[in-house]
């Protein structure tokens, strides 16, 4: 692929076994349609972001799970079309799904999304765990991007099993470099990313 740096790879090319569901270049997102600049269903990240999944996958294997991921690098221009869209009127198509207690302008300002975004550096990835056994996704008391307090860390209203669930990612996650965001308990970001201050905007193409 072509980007601005040589530093960016699709994520499977270089963490073996790693599967992913690149939602926004889908319609199963909370936009409800494929998102400007996601040309390719992959993931992509840069070089440290690859290996830092791949120790990941290896140790989530080791205890019977593999990782899926659902987005690495965003491009700043599926930012800004995300920032469009809170704006447009309330259509109801994924509100239920995805925000059901706030507005959508709501999201920025209770930091759900942001305008300017850790996944456009290229070192921050959302992603959950699967059953090696049967390949099923392990409940986490509620799916990608919803909105809403139920996605902390340390939530009330979820399982014993969820949260257990929750707590291994993250013990995962963190023993191989990661930092977590509190409101979302599929978002990672680096500790040691190599562009900390550099807000890329190539297209997954």
Same mark, same amino acid.
């Given at each position: 692929?072509?980007?601005t740096?040589?530093?960016?790879?699709?994520?499977?090319? &270089?963490?073996s *076994?790693? @599967?992913?569901?690149?939602k926004?270049a889908?319609?199963?997102n909370?936009?409800?349609k +494929?998102? $400007? =600049?996601y040309l390719?269903?992959?993931?992509?990240?840069?070089?440290?972001?690859?290996a830092?999944l791949e120790?990941a996958?290896?140790?989530?294997?080791s205890?019977?799970?593999g990782?899926? &991921?659902?987005? *690495?690098y @965003?491009?700043?221009?599926?930012?800004?079309?995300?920032?469009?869209?809170?704006r447009? +009127?309330e $259509? =109801?198509?994924?509100?239920?799904?995805?925000y059901?207690?706030i507005?959508?302008?709501?999201?920025?300002?209770?930091?759900?999304?942001?305008?300017?975004?850790?996944?456009?550096?290229?070192?921050t990835?959302?992603?959950?765990l699967?059953?090696?056994?049967?390949?099923e996704l392990v409940?986490?008391?509620?799916?990608h991007?919803?909105m809403?307090?139920?996605?902390?860390?340390?939530?009330?209203g979820?399982?014993?099993?969820?949260?257990?669930?929750?707590?291994?990612?993250r013990s995962?996650m963190?023993?191989?470099?990661?930092s977590?965001y509190?409101?979302?308990?599929?978002?990672y970001t680096?500790?040691d990313?190599?562009?900390?201050?550099?807000y890329?905007?190539?297209?997954i193409a």
């Amino acid at each position: 692929m072509e980007s601005t740096t040589d530093d960016f790879f699709f994520v499977d090319d &270089l963490a073996s *076994g790693i @599967r992913w569901d690149a939602k926004y270049a889908t319609w199963d997102n909370f936009t409800g349609k +494929p998102v $400007d =600049g996601y040309l390719a269903n992959r993931v992509v990240g840069t070089r440290a972001l690859c290996a830092a999944l791949e120790r990941a996958q290896r140790k989530a294997a080791s205890a019977g799970f593999g990782l899926l &991921l659902w987005d *690495g690098y @965003r491009p700043q221009h599926a930012v800004d079309c995300f920032l469009r869209w809170s704006r447009q +009127p309330e $259509d =109801g198509r994924t509100k239920a799904r995805h925000y059901p207690r706030i507005g959508r302008a709501e999201m920025f300002e209770r930091g759900y999304v942001a305008a300017r975004s850790g996944h456009s550096r290229g070192g921050t990835v959302d992603l959950t765990l699967y059953d090696l056994a049967t390949n099923e996704l392990v409940p986490m008391g509620g799916d990608h991007d919803l909105m809403d307090p139920v996605s902390h860390h340390g939530a009330p209203g979820i399982t014993p099993a969820e949260t257990r669930n929750r707590r291994h990612l993250r013990s995962i996650m963190e023993a191989c470099g990661f930092s977590a965001y509190e409101r979302e308990w599929w978002h990672y970001t680096l500790d040691d990313e190599p562009y900390p201050d550099t807000y890329f905007d190539f297209p997954i193409a």
